[in-house]
């Protein structure tokens, strides 16, 4: 499984991505339940954010969803920044 | 320093938290200039507990209208996400041990200030809405936002972003989005969202130009300074004096803002592009500010509010009608043909911006 993320916005408005490739990993089993979850909820479009919010798609193989803060789930945010943080 | 425990030098070394807080206290604005001065001279609690009670018995109370003191609420959410997070300092309170605390509450003081005493308008609502924060939201946070109601700010990873609250300019852009939104109430995409952005920059600029005592000529004109972590190469996230150049970094990149419709970034990320965008009304306002010389918030910052809460910005305004409208709300003011006319008239045409 390969999810991807992308963050946009934020008040410094600097984009970041990553990427984790679970094949192989030994911890693969709790990332694609974690990534079912987090991509389980989010609408396929770009919700409208808020002022300065960073807003975030979420790819998990051939699927995506968009999400934004403040208004993320607790497994969208959890996803986000364990990708941003790994994958980077 | 002082007797106060947790207490540290904030947005710079010359403005501390307290006295921020404290001149926000002061009603005539004829006194609390010399006032601040002496402030900033001294600094001395005992001075400023003289100033302000001198000021407070001079005052009467009026119920009927807004308080000309701010209704803050300081809240934590313990690197957690749920919103608003423990209360920790309310209105009044004296400081604590948590110097992110107490930056937060001095720096809502010192914006509530500015749009008091130089544009007579009680807090973000014009009405005296209380004044909420949220800080140390979520773990490591990157980030500072306004959500509608509230501001929220980040620790910061601290290899790059360090706490949000540190500088005064942050606080004073994010407070400001609650300004937009209960005047001209930008659409926050595309060219009405980067003007939604610049206004914040603008006025979270003039707070901290208004706090420190700077004209024009001795402002950075940098919005973030003090943000970005030893060793990140860069002075701040934006320059308004010169779009683009505020940092370039092998971790953060380029600073991609343009200063000049040459340069406009066509893209659908970041709302549009509104962090970057901003980068041309940015670098419009510090013309016509630098043109006119002295303290910015009392010219240029009086044409920029009039237009913010004149009611004929429209939501999904241009880059154009923004400018247009500037110049109108100078010509107003301060007269046809006049250096104000002027100034602002050619600081829009040196940013490529044509008004129709
Ligand atoms: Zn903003």
């Given at each position: 499984?390969?999810?991807q ?16 490739e679970?094949?192989?990993r ?7 339940a974690l990534a079912e979850?987090?991509v ?7 919700p409208a954010?808020?002022?300065d919010?960073?807003?975030y ?6 699927r ?8 993320l789930?607790?497994?969208?945010r959890?996803?986000v920044?364990?990708v ?5 | 320093?002082?007797?106060h425990g947790?207490?540290?030098p904030?947005?710079?070394?010359v403005v501390?938290p307290?006295v ?15 006032a601040?001065r002496t ?14 009670t001198?000021f407070?018995?001079a005052?009467e109370?009026?119920?009927?209208a ?5 209704a803050?609420?300081?809240h934590?959410?313990?690197?957690r996400?749920?919103l608003p997070?423990?209360v920790v ?12 605390v107490?930056?937060?509450y001095?720096g809502?003081?010192?914006t509530?200030?500015l ?6 308008r009680?807090s973000?609502?014009?009405e005296g809405l ?6 140390h ?16 700010f980040?620790?910061g990873d ?5 706490d949000?609250t540190?500088?005064?300019?942050v606080?004073g852009?994010e407070l ?12 926050y995409?595309g ?5 939604n ?5 603008v006025f979270g600029?003039?707070?901290?130009q208004y706090?420190?005592g700077?004209t024009a000529?001795?402002a950075?004109?940098?919005i973030?300074?003090?943000l970005?972590a ?8 934006r320059s308004?004096k ?8 092998d971790?953060l990149?380029?600073?991609?803002q343009p ?7 066509r893209t659908?990320?970041d ?6 965008n901003?980068g041309i009304?940015n670098?419009?306002f510090?013309?016509a ?13 009086q044409?920029?509010?009039d237009?913010?809460?004149g009611g ?10 923004f ?5 109108k ?5 301060y007269g046809?043909g ?17 008004i129709?």
């Amino acid at each position: 499984m390969r999810i991807q993320v992308r963050r946009t916005g934020g008040f410094a408005g600097i984009e970041r991505r990553g990427e984790v490739e679970t094949s192989g990993r030994p911890d693969a089993a709790e990332w694609h339940a974690l990534a079912e979850r987090a991509v389980a909820s989010g609408p396929g479009t770009p919700p409208a954010g808020v002022p300065d919010g960073f807003s975030y798609r979420i790819t998990v193989d051939d699927r995506t969803v968009y999400c934004a803060d403040p208004r993320l789930t607790e497994d969208q945010r959890t996803l986000v920044s364990r990708v941003l943080k790994e994958g980077a | 320093m002082t007797t106060h425990g947790g207490f540290q030098p904030v947005f710079c070394t010359v403005v501390p938290p307290h006295v921020l807080d404290r001149l926000a206290r002061s009603d005539d604005p004829a006194r609390s200039g010399p006032a601040r001065r002496t402030l900033r001279r001294d600094g001395e609690l005992r001075t400023l507990r003289q100033v302000t009670t001198e000021f407070r018995l001079a005052a009467e109370p009026d119920t009927r209208a807004p308080s000309d003191q701010p209704a803050r609420t300081i809240h934590d959410a313990g690197h957690r996400t749920d919103l608003p997070g423990a209360v920790v300092r309310r209105e009044g309170e004296p400081p604590g041990q948590d110097a992110t605390v107490n930056r937060a509450y001095s720096g809502l003081g010192a914006t509530f200030d500015l749009y008091l005493r130089v544009y007579g308008r009680h807090s973000i609502d014009g009405e005296g809405l209380p004044l909420v924060a949220t800080v140390h939201y979520d773990e490591q946070y990157d980030n500072a936002f306004w959500n509608g109601e509230q501001m929220v700010f980040g620790d910061g990873d601290g290899e790059v972003f360090l706490d949000f609250t540190l500088p005064l300019d942050v606080i004073g852009h994010e407070l400001t989005h609650g300004v937009t939104q209960h005047t001209a109430n930008l659409t926050y995409y595309g060219q009405s969202g980067a003007l939604n952005e610049s206004v914040s920059d603008v006025f979270g600029s003039l707070i901290k130009q208004y706090a420190l005592g700077q004209t024009a000529a001795e402002a950075d004109w940098l919005i973030g300074a003090g943000l970005l972590a030893p060793g990140v190469t860069g002075s701040a996230l934006r320059s308004m004096k010169a779009p683009g150049t505020a940092y370039d970094d092998d971790v953060l990149g380029k600073d991609p803002q343009p200063a000049t419709m040459a340069g406009y970034v066509r893209t659908g990320r970041d709302n549009g592009g509104v962090h970057i965008n901003s980068g041309i009304p940015n670098h419009a306002f510090y013309l016509a500010a630098a043109a006119l010389g002295g303290h910015a918030w009392e010219k240029a910052g009086q044409i920029w509010y009039d237009v913010l809460t004149g009611g004929e910005l429209a939501e999904r305004a241009l880059f154009a009608d923004f400018a247009g409208l500037t110049v109108k709300a100078a010509r107003e003011r301060y007269g046809d043909g006049g250096d104000e006319f002027e100034a602002v008239r050619k600081a829009w045409e040196q940013v490529g911006v044509r008004i129709l």
